[in-house]
Structures are given as structure tokens and as C-alpha cells.
């Protein structure tokens, strides 16, 4: 296969497309995690998001509503995790599991009842869909060597939403090192005790993080089923969620890091979409099954070699008990 230059810049667009709902929902857990909540319901959160968004988009015509929805839906969802780890002290691993069986059952059951096409939405179209965005002056630099086609190929023509992931990147950084806030959620994944002590709320710093967790996860499945495709399908979130987790252990709970794991694991997903069906040296033409199955390899390879001892925060997925 001849890998030219049009091919690498068909394959890089491609890769901050496919991490765009990576990136969202790793940066959700981290605001989760960080404040001590584990949260392995990501999966879960992205379908309910990409399900209600679809269902909200078809029924207004208008993305922008799908949007509002998406996020609406998995605030209400991801608050059912934060009620039973925060206010009922349950187990988080046991409460994300439950929740991510409790998406994928609901998003087909009421994908059947209301439009019988086996858990899928109906096609959405025109200003239902979030659709690309042409940079400036893209097609006038378009001719200039290397620079002209990764700009108007690669960073223009990205939906609106590829934009905003990539944005939330320093974002999150800043709200987490250079705010009042951001040092508070730290701090009480850390050691909750002493931030008590100074009195503020631990329970309601935690259920911030949940909230915010779930807006994120909300643009995550939005994405999917608003941008990336045109409607929803069932299961279509295919474990994104749990690598995206996978991104986060990777990164050891830093932003910046999760970016780029989180492309890591994107273009290792362009690159199986790119394979499939190709002719390779010495081994010669590989299965579409082993093509579509290698970037979940690879992520299960990346974390037994190359991750070492995550430090994960001290006191996460252990319930906070004040001192009476």
C-alpha cells in the first residue's frame, strides 16, 4: 500500500476525528478521578449522551438542541453514580458496571418502542448534524508545500465539536493548577479529611466533578451520533469509554498527557480502518477482524508495558466519612 502524503494527511484528519470522543470522555474521568470518584461508567454515559442527543436532533431538526439534550441526559445519568458513591458511600466500581448495562439496555429498548429500527434513531440531515467548518484562507494556502495540505486538509474541515475537544485540553489544565477551584478538587482526591477541616464540603465538591463529568460525556456521545455519524446506532459507543479510561490510566491522570494518549490511541484507529483489506508484506492480506481488533490490542499491550505504577489519587473509590 502506498502510503503517500495525500494518504498521511487522509490519515491524520481522520485520527483527531476518532479521538475527538476519546478525548472528552478521558477528560470527564479525569475530573472524576481527581476528585476521588472512579468512574468506569464513561462507556455507559457516552451512550445515554449519544442516544438522547440523536432522539433530541431528529425531533427539533436542530443539533444544537441534540446537544443540549446529550448533555441534560448524562448530567441526570452520571448523578445516579455520584447519589450512590457520594451520598450513599456504595462501591464506585460496582455502581459505574451497573450503570453501563442499565445504557445499553435502555438505548435499545426505548430506541424500539419509539422507532422500531432495532435501537437505532432515524437519519439525521441538514441542521440536524453538526457539520464541518472550513478554517480561513484554507483553499488559499491549500498550494503551499507540506504546511498548505496539513492546514486545509487536517486542521480545516473538522466538525465544530474536534474543535472544542482539543480546546477543553488547556482548559482543563488551567481550571485544574491555576484555579481555586481546580486545587480544592485535588486536594480532596487526595486527602478529603483536610479539606474539610478547612471547611469546604466535600460531598458537594464531589458531586461538582460528577457534573462536570458528565457535560463532557455528554459532548463525547453528542459527537458520536450528532457529528461523527448521523444518528444512533446500537452499542456504537464500541468501548470507547473503557479506553478512553485506558487513555487516563496511560496518562497517569494529566491532561495534557491524555491528549495524547488519547491521539495515540486514535491513530491507531485510523490506521485500522486504513488496513483493512490491504496486502502487507510477508504476511500478506490481514482479516478485517484482526484489523478492527488492534487498537484494542495494542491498548491492553500499552498498559501491561509501558504504563508502570500509575498514581492514581490517594483517596479514590474510597468513601468519604466525616469525623464526628
Known sequence: MDFDFAALTSILALT??????????????????????????????MLIGAFFSAVAASAS????????AGIVSTILFGLVHGLASITYRGNQIVSGTALNFVAAGLTVILGQAWYGQGGRTP???????FGTIDLPFAQEVAGVPVIGPLY?????????????????????????????FGLR????????????????????????AVIICGVL???????????????????????RGYIALAALI????????VMFACLLFGILDALAIRLQGASLPIVGTVS?????????????????????????????????????
Open 16 to 45: 483527531l476525528r476518532l479521538s475527538t470522543p476519546l478525548i472528552f470522555a478521558a477528560l470527564a474521568g479525569l475530573y472524576s478521578e481527581r476528585s476521588g470518584i472512579f468512574d468506569i461508567s464513561l462507556e455507559g454515559k
Open 61 to 68: 431538526g436542530s443539533a444544537w438542541i441534540g446537544l443540549l
Open 123 to 129: 437519519f439525521l440531515s441538514g441542521a440536524a448534524r
Open 152 to 180: 486545509a486538509n487536517v486542521l480545516s474541515g473538522q466538525s465544530l465539536l474536534v474543535y472544542v475537544a482539543f480546546l477543553m485540553v488547556p482548559l482543563t489544565w488551567w481550571i485544574l493548577f491555576r484555579t481555586r
Open 185 to 208: 478538587l485535588r486536594a480532596v482526591g487526595e486527602n478529603p479529611a483536610a479539606v474539610d477541616t478547612a471547611g469546604v464540603s466535600v460531598p458537594w465538591l464531589r458531586y461538582r
Open 217 to 239: 460525556t455528554g459532548f463525547a456521545g453528542t459527537y458520536m451520533s450528532v457529528a461523527q455519524s448521523a444518528g444512533f446506532n446500537r452499542d456504537m459507543t464500541a468501548g
Open 250 to 257: 496511560f496518562a497517569n491522570w494529566k491532561p495534557v498527557p
Open 288 to 324: 478485517v477482524q484482526f484489523i478492527q481488533a488492534l487498537p484494542y490490542i495494542l491498548t491492553v499491550i500499552l498498559l501491561a508495558g509501558f504504563v508502570g505504577r500509575p498514581s492514581p489519587p490517594k483517596a479514590g473509590g474510597v468513601p468519604y466519612v466525616k469525623e464526628r
